[in-house]
């Protein structure tokens, strides 16, 4: 596609249950990276993926963010037991590599609301 | 933890008036990137800078980085409707991939 792809652009669902959201790179790009946007803040680091591996997954709050990239291009970011502070916008960002010089594409996010 | 702080949290201005936003790190930073949100949008990459004392400039942007790396300026000359949103300066932690962003400053254009 012309640009990273997000979907679903956006998702409701109930305390306590598991979401996905999925990640459509730009292809041929390499490195991937998932943020988490609360209104009137900047995006937070969640994870960074080179290819296929999970690089640097510092970001994650906590054991139930978990995510994968199996064939280095589409990327799930898979949330359990879901809880209210968890709604935000989800960014999906990719760049034709990681470091200096590289611009980072963002998707347009998936805003997850959690009731 | 490092941190990256943007002031002022919003700016009205009149259009045609200038508009700036600072960006201060409590760490020195090997570069700094600068983005724009439009208003439900997603954030859209300006520039990067690099070297201690950097000026560069689009159009009617102007970004500075300063000379110890540890603070950085975007200036908007004349701004436009066209200007309306969030920028957002982000530096590096650890490594150029994991960026640490500001909260970012509004600009709101007065009607």
């Known amino acids: 596609g012309a640009g990273v792809s997000q979907t679903p652009s956006n998702k409701v669902t109930e305390k306590g249950k598991y979401v996905e959201l999925r990640c459509d790179p730009i292809s041929g790009h390499t490195a991937l990276y998932w943020y988490r946007q609360s209104l009137g803040q900047g995006p937070e680091f969640l994870i960074y993926f080179q290819g296929t591996g999970a690089a640097d997954d510092s970001g994650l709050p906590n054991d139930r963010f978990f995510a994968v990239r199996p064939e280095g291009s589409v990327s799930t970011l898979k949330i359990q037991r879901t809880e209210r502070g968890d709604s935000a916008v989800y960014l999906c960002a990719s760049s034709f590599e990681p470091g200096l010089n590289t611009e980072a594409f963002f998707g347009q996010g998936t805003r997850l609301t959690v009731v | 933890g490092q941190q990256v702080m943007q002031i002022p949290q919003y700016q009205h201005v009149q259009e045609g008036e200038d508009f700036t936003t600072y960006c201060n790190s409590s760490?020195?930073?090997?570069?700094i990137q600068w983005y724009k949100q439009r208003p439900g949008g997603h954030p859209v990459f300006l520039i990067q800078l690099v070297k201690s004392g950097e000026v560069k400039k689009q159009k009617r942007l102007t970004f500075q980085f300063g000379e110890a790396k540890k603070n950085s300026s975007l200036h908007i000359t004349a701004t436009q409707t066209t200007d309306v949103g969030t920028y957002f300066c982000?530096?590096?932690?650890?490594?150029?991939?994991?960026?640490?962003w500001g909260a970012g400053t509004k600009l709101i254009i007065k009607p």
């Open positions: 760490t020195t930073l090997s570069n």
């Open positions: 982000a530096g590096p932690v650890r490594s150029n991939y994991q960026l640490i």
